[in-house]
């Protein structure tokens, strides 16, 4: 790609610290005074660089002028900041949908900033004329930025702003948390009874208010879209108002072994079910069966899968020839989808474009790839359907209510004879029957006539992992070994890609980095590594060039033991969200060196997690005559930990970790 | 009359060749240019024709024969467009192994996407995408496409060889423009005239290549033109916006981004005020710019915004001094004008930014510049300001920007000087561990660091943009221990010319030791353990650049349970090498393990037969920093 030539594209240093759009307080817009300026820091949080002081936000129903209703969603923010690294802040930018033409209306932005100067408080206002940009990010989105002027140390920002929606599933969701602390975080909204939305919350639900009240209102409802007279409708109806607040909201942190910081945020969505008197009642979010119905007869989903593919046949043929038994004809049509087109945007759940141009183009998004996937599948007379689901990152679903809104993610399921097959042809190097990890992440919907719920759960997934090694001494008196490794499969996994990406000679380098001591690689071997279906198994053989001392200290790991505990952080907020879990056994055959005897052995012991015996560490040397027998065995079986459970964890690490840096020691004979 | 014909034979050719079926068929690729290669560019035509100093256009067409999953990304179409740029067309055609036609795209049919990154907020930028995403390999992609540019301030270069893993079948650039221009080239790594012939009214000059085999980078490789062909272009008299300029000199150059900046040092009278008020009656100029820069700092940040000749035009100081934000030039600017109301002359300075992009032509004016600074001529040492900054040291300049040729910009044109360049005496990291051995083999370790020039620039990134609570989550990861926790940590700046930092921490390392039975295995190098090592490859082909110069020391001292005596102690260690010198020493002292450390990293360029030398000192490094001693419980003691 070329890159425009400017002065001015680099930035000294630039960190990215995201910012979270959020809600309010007590505060309202232009009531900033002299003793707002005083603290300097707040006792929620005494390290950080911006407060967010108030963000509250609206959103309510209003009849328009093209016959039905729009979203009117409102915010107003304020914002200390305290600090130079709270800049960021200072720089806004607002999402609004698009549609051809059509785009969300961003409308009474005000923005100030207010200093304190000798005592008094100055404001200097945003020209929103002149300095709010806007950038096409695609033809779904744009994006409206502007940036406050004169902020330094210890301003106070605030900014209020309106956006109305034709999109009435367009309703804001609110997020009580973010990058920033939060004092007073606040969402009001006025729902009419004509609208029905399902409120789905998540995080901790503890609200510091959570009202509701009932009223009247009335609405207008013109159409002069029309050649003629406008019409009008005007009416009332019954509404409710809501009102969440939460005061004294942390900020976020960023752990590892999370799936997505968005599970645990606190914040409340809503989903549009229903159109109700004195509108034509339309049930909108229906149940899954007839959601999957809906989405079968759909031209961007299941449509195309249905109806007769004759044209399909000529595809479908010349890759089954030959191939006798459904299991065999399944793995072909797989293999023959995932090594002929290419995913080029892995969170998709619907098509952009038909089976035909896919055919043709060779590329797809996922959806539309194992959407082909399924259709080739049923061609060839096997009983296949498509999944829906989210993946890890786009966070969890409601299995109990059917939104289409929260999926990001179409797999397959194909059934031969009683066994289910979940497939993913959209990753070159995954196998039949195997999903990446991002796709285990619980409730998942097959979309079919039944539409059952199946549930992808990492806790069925184990990455094990055999080693096995022996050591004896050869004529010359020198050790020499052979190694055999069969790994799980998303190590497999891993393995491949490295060795295509950068040759063989990448896996031998880290090998002999890793082993500890200075060897020799002969015979060295990697089984299965074009079947993406199995583990790979690499075999090599070695001879230890290292000295002979008097005094041998032998780490019998041999590079394969846990040199640093996973969950290094002494303390942890969140659940750890493990992808699989693990059973790992390295076994050893070792010959005492020629001319030596053993000094000294490491103890032998075995732990477990807890009561539950959730987890495991085998930990097993012995010695007999010439011969050393050991056995290191790590095993966890859960994969989702409360942050209760963290220490445990840790503690557990931190024990395995320590014993694979324990040594044999060998003793020259006198 | 000649020239006429040659050229409509040569136009004739590439339309009959491209007729024909099969043409870029995998299988005439000649065999050496698939060696080391994931892609074959079987034919670059590049056209760049100067139709008049305000406008050019560019006719390129390339067919490139992808032969592996690697080599993918040479199949995709990108090329940006703004308010100067134009792309009037482009048309892709994909062709299976067998040369084949399989589909052909039009400009419609592109991805039309922002091109805005992360260091800018708000530009004009946006991005033209296409791939056909095939993957029955071998294929092969042909795209061509016509771009008109407004102004002739950037000249396109010729580099046949994108990137590594590339071979090239044929490669041809030509440059069309009227008889009496005068346009400038620079070649790396190609030794012919360019052949010339002439139109009408206008004059030809083509450079061409051919079965270039695919290059393989090798580890401190030198920089992409010393080892391909390269050839940059630049103009004489050229145009931006209604500005004019000409590139026949730096001095000419520096003359036209004078005038783009010129008279955009107006100051409010608030400021001026400030201005008098911070440097009137401060004698000491290094005191004055100081107290200035500060004030600067403390009262803007950076924000880019680059509209249209924004792009090249500093806000004025006016815009700066309301908004008190702008990017790398109007910051520049403005504090270019506080120093002037001060009385204190400085330079706009155009540089090539980043840790790797330290080269410019200095022989061939060109605009190669990415960012702006300042420079303070001072006496004693010059002082160097970078504008974007909040924290950096007024006089300091990091990794960024030091230790390459700038472009000092002043009313009477520019000129070409050095940065600083910090060395083996500036980048200095010196450590002192105190620490004691617990009977369950925990280490409780209390460190001091301090850490000087290039050294510090990490830290100080650090903790300067993150809070507390976020440094600690840093800490709390990147520490090279298996399991610990931080007990506590402070930093303390050193601010001076030459920045210092020193940091202390306080850990605890659980198993830091490994003691089983009888013995007690420790590594006393506890912070400071080369990481990386080097492998031999079969043969180095390119010359050794190493790139930063340091030296580190580490004085270790551990308490150890009563009753150890020593059974193994590495040997002390010296290696002397052209790329530095390392030296280790451990002992034991009753019950207190004492261990010194020095490593002096030297920079510079090597022959490729000096590789085998690097390798081994890199490995010495490696091995003596991770050696551990063995203790043995004095006899009569009781094992754990």
């Known amino acids: ?670 | 009359m000649k020239g006429v014909v040659l050229l409509i034979t040569t136009i004739f050719t590439v339309s009959a060749a491209l007729q024909a079926q099969g043409e870029y068929a995998a299988s005439k690729i000649p065999p050496p240019l698939l060696k080391n290669a994931d892609a074959v560019l079987r034919l670059e035509d590049m056209q760049f024709e100067i139709i008049n100093t305000r406008q050019t256009v560019t006719k390129y067409r390339y067919v490139v024969t992808i032969l592996n999953g690697n080599g993918d990304h040479w199949a995709e179409y990108s090329d940006y467009y703004d308010k100067y740029r134009s792309i009037e067309s482009v048309e892709g055609i994909l062709y299976d192994a067998n040369g084949k036609q399989l589909k052909k795209v039009k400009k419609k049919d592109l991805e039309d996407l922002t091109g805005s990154s992360g260091g800018s907020f708000a530009d004009d930028d946006r991005i033209k995408r296409h791939n056909f995403y095939y993957k029955a390999y071998p294929y092969t992609v042909e795209y061509f496409s016509e771009v008109i540019t407004n102004g002739t301030l950037f000249f396109p270069r010729w580099v046949p060889q994108g990137g590594e893993r590339l071979s090239v079948e044929n490669s041809s650039m030509h440059i069309v423009c009227p008889r009496d221009y005068q346009f400038r080239y620079k070649a790396f790594m190609y030794n012919r005239e360019p052949e010339i012939t002439f139109g009408k009214n206008t004059k030809q000059s083509t450079w061409s290549s051919s079965n270039m085999m695919a290059i393989v980078k090798e580890p401190f490789s030198p920089l992409w033109h010393e080892l391909t062909t390269v050839v940059i272009y630049g103009p004489t008299d050229f145009e931006l916006d209604n500005y004019k300029g000409t590139m026949s000199s730096w001095r000419e150059f520096g003359k036209f981004v004078y005038s783009l900046k010129k008279d955009r040092d107006q100051l409010p009278g608030n400021v001026k005020q400030m201005v008098h008020q911070i440097a009137d009656g401060v004698s000491d100029p290094f005191e004055k710019v100081s107290r200035l820069y500060k004030y600067m700092q403390s009262h803007t940040r950076y924000v880019g915004i680059q509209l249209g000749i924004g792009g090249w035009q500093p806000f004025d100081a006016t815009y700066v001094a309301t908004k008190k934000y702008g990017d790398c030039k109007a910051l520049t600017n403005y504090m270019y004008s506080l120093l002037k109301e001060a009385g204190v002359f400085s330079y706009y300075t155009l540089v090539r930014a980043g840790e790797f992009s330290k080269y410019i032509t200095a022989d061939f004016p060109s605009q190669q510049f990415t960012h702006v600074i300042l420079c303070v001529p001072n006496q004693k040492d010059t002082i160097w300001l970078e504008c974007t900054s909040q924290t950096i040291q007024p006089g300091y300049l990091g990794d960024f920007t030091c230790d390459r040729p700038v472009l000092l910009i002043g009313e009477d044109g520019g000129q070409l000087v050095n940065t600083p360049r910090y060395g083996i005496n500036d980048n200095l990291q010196s450590r002192y561990i105190r620490g004691v051995l617990e009977a369950n083999s925990t280490l409780e370790v209390n460190t001091k660091t301090v850490y000087s020039g290039l050294q510090q620039d990490e830290i100080h990134s650090m903790i300067t943009q993150l809070s507390k609570e976020k440094i600690k989550e840093v800490l709390d990861r990147k520490l090279d221990f298996p399991t610990y926790s931080i007990r506590r940590f402070d930093y303390q700046e050193e601010k001076r010319f030459l920045p210092g930092i020193t940091e202390s921490l306080g850990i605890t390392v659980s198993n830091y030791a490994s003691i089983s039975g009888k013995r007690l295995f420790i590594m006393p190098n506890v912070m400071s353990r080369y990481t990386s090592k080097l492998s031999i490859d079969s043969t180095r082909n390119f010359d050794i650049r190493l790139n930063r110069e340091y030296r580190e020391t580490d004085t270790v001292e551990i308490e150890i349970p009563a009753g150890f005596e020593s059974e193994s102690m590495p040997v002390d260690v010296t290696v002397d090498s052209k790329f530095g010198r390392y030296n280790c020493s451990v002992k034991l002292e009753g019950n207190r393990l004492i261990y010194f450390r020095s490593l002096e990293h030297r920079g510079g360029r090597y022959p490729a037969s000096d590789y085998r030398d690097l390798v081994k000192f890199y490995d010495a490094v490696f091995k003596n920093d991770h050696n551990k001693v063995v203790l043995v419980k004095k006899d009569g003691a009781n094992a754990f």
């Open chain 1, 1 to 670: 790609m070329k890159t425009k030539q400017i002065i001015g594209f680099s930035l000294m240093y630039l960190l990215s610290v995201t910012v979270y759009s959020q809600d309010k307080s007590t505060a309202r817009f232009g009531s900033v005074t002299e003793k707002d300026f005083t603290p300097k820091v707040y006792s929620i949080d005494t390290g950080a660089s911006a407060v967010v002081i108030a963000d509250i936000g609206s959103s309510q129903i209003e009849g328009n002028t093209k016959g039905w209703f729009s979203l009117v969603f409102k915010r107003y923010k304020r914002v200390h900041i305290l600090n130079k690294n709270g800049y960021d802040v200072a720089n806004v930018e607002i999402s609004l949908y698009s549609e051809g033409d059509y785009e969300e209306q961003l409308e009474k932005l005000k923005a100030v900033t207010y200093n304190l100067e000798n005592g008094k408080v100055s404001e200097t206002k945003l020209d929103v004329k002149a300095n709010v940009f806007k950038d096409k990010i695609n033809k779904n989105r744009v994006i409206k930025k502007f940036t406050f002027p004169n902020v330094r140390e210890g301003s106070i920002i605030e900014y209020e702003y309106t956006v109305t929606s034709d999109y009435l599933h367009n309703l804001q969701p609110w997020e009580f948390q973010g990058g920033y602390p939060r004092l007073w975080s606040e969402y009001n909204l006025t729902l009419p009874e004509f609208l029905g939305y399902v409120f789905l919350t998540q995080g901790d639900k503890q609200y510091d208010i959570n009202t509701r009240k009932d009223g009247i209102e009335s609405y207008r409802v013109a159409d002069g879209r029309s050649i003629g007279p406008t019409d009008r409708v005007q009416f009332t109806a019954s509404v409710t108002d809501y009102r969440w607040v939460k005061k004294n909201v942390q900020a976020l942190k960023e752990e590892s072994f999370t799936s997505t910081l968005g599970n645990h945020i606190s914040k409340i969505e809503f989903q549009l079910s229903e159109y109700r008197h004195p509108l034509t009642y339309r049930r909108i979010m229906s149940t899954w069966e007839k959601l999957a119905e809906e989405l079968m007869q759909a031209d961007y989903f299941g449509l195309q899968l249905t109806k007769d593919n004759g044209w399909m046949r000529d595809i479908v043929r010349p890759v089954v020839e030959g191939a006798v038994t459904p299991s065999e004809k399944a793995k072909r049509i797989y293999a023959y989808v995932r090594d002929n087109f290419t995913c080029t945007n892995h969170q998709r759940l619907t098509m952009d474009q038909n089976l035909k141009t896919i055919l043709k183009n060779k590329n797809g998004n996922v959806a539309e790839i194992n959407l082909l996937l399924t259709a080739m599948l049923k061609n060839a007379d096997l009983q296949a359907d498509p999944v829906i689901l989210s993946t890890r990152s786009n966070g969890y679903t409601y299995s109990l209510y059917p939104l289409l809104s929260q999926y990001n993610y179409v797999i397959t399921k194909a059934t031969i004879g009683d066994k289910a097959y979940y497939l993913d042809a959209s990753e070159p190097g995954l196998g039949f029957g195997h999903l990446a990890t991002r796709c285990y992440n619980g409730h998942a919907r097959v979309i079919n006539k039944e539409a059952p719920a199946i549930d992808l759960n990492s806790d069925e997934i184990t990455e094990t992992k055999f080693t096995s090694v022996f050591i004896i001494n050869n004529e010359k008196g020198r050790l020499i070994g052979s190694m055999q490794q069969t790994p799980g499969y998303f190590e497999s996994y891993e393995i491949r890609n490295l060795v295509k990406e950068k040759g063989q000679e990448e896996l031998t380098k880290g090998i002999k980095k890793a082993f500890g001591a200075d060897i020799d690689i002969s015979n060295f071997r990697v089984d299965s590594i074009n079947k993406p279906d199995e583990v790979i198994k690499i075999k090599y053989d070695f001879e230890i060039k290292d000295e002979r001392e008097d005094i041998i200290y032998l780490n019998q790991m041999f590079g394969e033991g846990y040199k640093e505990n996973p969950f290094k952080s002494a303390e942890r907020f969140y659940p750890v969200e493990m992808p699989y879990a693990i059973d790992e056994t390295f076994n050893l055959q070792l010959e005492v060196p020629q001319g030596y005897v053993v000094d000294e052995l490491p103890k032998s012991l075995v732990v477990k997690l807890n009561a539950q015996d959730e987890g495991m560490f085998e930990y097993r040397i012995s010695q007999s005559g010439d011969n050393i027998s050991f056995r290191s065995r790590v095993r966890i079986s859960r994969t989702y930990f409360l942050p209760d459970e963290y220490e445990m964890l840790r503690e557990f690490f931190n024990l395995v970790v320590k014993k694979h840096a324990e040594h044999i020691v060998f003793k020259k004979k006198k």
